[in-house]
């Protein structure tokens, strides 16, 4: 591994950790972290993720805009831009922002996963909680997001 990457990834780490001093953008460090929880789902590790991912039984949900998606993404990932005009709070008016739920699988047993860009990614948040509230009984949130994939080391689509 560079010494670069390696660098990268202890910057991820160390943002993913809560200490937000270095190394993010400006509007990540002004955005509040998702909640640490999700009613009637459950948050999840990258390697957790991974293990649903080598397991080939969940869909992946990338709720990060299609720029983002097409610079890589988790292997096999659905890429559902989530857009949103709600505040960046647990009780958000859903009806603000737009998701397009034609891209969810239509059985509500399917194991989803939603994530975006990482503890601030409110985007995968909010598409998480929409899902569970429209029925679907396997929803997961990688609250570390695309991030916490990458800084974990796991492998990437591009």
Do not use: C
Not at 74 to 79: D, K, L, V
């Amino acid at each position: 591994m560079s010494a670069r990457r390696v660098l990268l990834k202890q910057i991820l780490v160390t943002a993913l950790a809560g200490t937000w001093a270095i190394g993010l953008p400006a509007w990540a460090q002004d955005k509040p972290q998702t909640p640490p929880h999700l009613a009637k789902g459950k948050v999840i590790s990258p390697q957790e993720a991974n293990a649903l991912l080598a397991g080939g039984k969940a869909v992946f949900i990338d709720t990060r805009s299609p720029l983002n998606f097409a610079k890589g993404h988790i292997p096999g990932a659905r890429s559902a831009f989530y857009k949103e005009k709600s505040e960046f709070a647990e009780n958000f008016d859903a009806a603000l922002d737009s998701f397009d739920f034609g891209k969810m699988p239509p059985d509500t047993h399917t194991i989803l996963v939603f994530y975006s860009d990482g503890p601030t990614g409110w985007k995968s948040y909010k598409a998480a909680v929409q899902a569970i509230r429209k029925g679907y009984l396997n929803v997961h949130y990688l609250r570390s997001g695309w991030a916490g994939w990458e800084a974990a080391g796991l492998p990437v689509q591009e």
